[in-house]
């Protein structure tokens, strides 16, 4: 399978706890993206890498959270002391480099669903 | 208001009836736009780009009015299988920026 790939799939955690999640994007793909989903809702931006560089931070990501793409290759997403409104599907996904167009296609991964008790 | 705003639905159409979902953005900065599906606790998936002249594929056809910041996606023949969240997105696409931004999405409910 070639397409983004996410792990783990599921996570249930106690409030307070950190968690980390892994993606793995389509080979070749240097645009790398973490968007979060709740339910009834569009996935929400996070943060965007290109390569290993991180070009931009959403508002949604508070100082609890922190990305990285150390070899801008796989990704990591972690949440320290993570809390209720954690909960969440944390959807990651990649695009290869288009030139200066936006028009880029993102492909998404499966996503981590996350459960803060 | 959000950025993006589309009708939440549900939508419920028998088989082969045709459906149209609009959507409305708020940044007319916005420089690329797309409807992706979504069928339920799965990924999205580009159902397609939306070009200005408008573009069809197969029974999907998408419209663009940048005057009235406007997006609509008109899907004819409906099958079952196209049961699912359609999600209107836009990408400001300025000074680097490459974040999507979603709309909440449609649900449509194909009924046999």
């Known amino acids: 399978d070639t397409g983004v790939s996410q792990n783990p799939r599921h996570k249930i955690t106690k409030r307070g706890q950190n968690v980390t999640f892994r993606c793995d994007p389509i080979?070749?793909?240097?645009?790398l993206y973490w968007y979060r989903q709740t339910l009834g809702q569009g996935p929400e931006f996070l943060t965007y890498?290109?390569?290993?560089?991180?070009?931009?931070k959403s508002r949604l990501l508070s100082d609890r959270f922190s990305a990285e793409r150390p070899k801008g290759s796989f990704s990591t997403l972690e949440i320290q002391r993570t809390e209720q409104g954690d909960s969440a599907m944390y959807l990651c996904?990649?695009?290869?480099?288009?030139?200066?167009?936006?028009?880029?296609?993102?492909?998404f991964g499966p996503g981590t669903r996350l459960t803060v008790l | 208001r959000k950025e993006v705003e589309q009708d939440p639905g549900p939508f419920n159409v028998p088989e082969g009836a045709t459906v149209a979902f609009n959507c409305t953005y708020s940044?007319?900065?916005?420089?690329?736009f797309f409807w992706y599906r979504q069928d339920c606790r799965k990924e999205p998936k580009l159902l397609m780009s939306?070009?200005?002249s408008g573009n069809e594929d197969g029974r999907f056809t998408a419209q663009l009015n940048r005057a009235s910041q406007y997006i609509s996606l008109l899907i004819r023949d409906s099958k079952l299988s196209d049961s699912a969240t359609y999600l209107c997105?836009?990408?400001?696409?300025?000074?680097?920026?490459?974040?999507?931004?979603f709309g909440s999405g449609t649900r449509l409910q194909v009924q046999p």
């Open positions: 940044n007319s900065a916005s420089q690329s």
């Open positions: 890498f290109q390569n290993e560089a991180q070009l931009e």
């Open positions: 939306v070009y200005s």
């Open positions: 080979s070749e793909h240097n645009r």
């Open positions: 997105v836009v990408n400001r696409g300025t000074g680097g920026r490459r974040a999507l931004t």
């Open positions: 996904a990649s695009s290869p480099t288009g030139g200066r167009t936006s028009r880029d296609t993102q492909y």
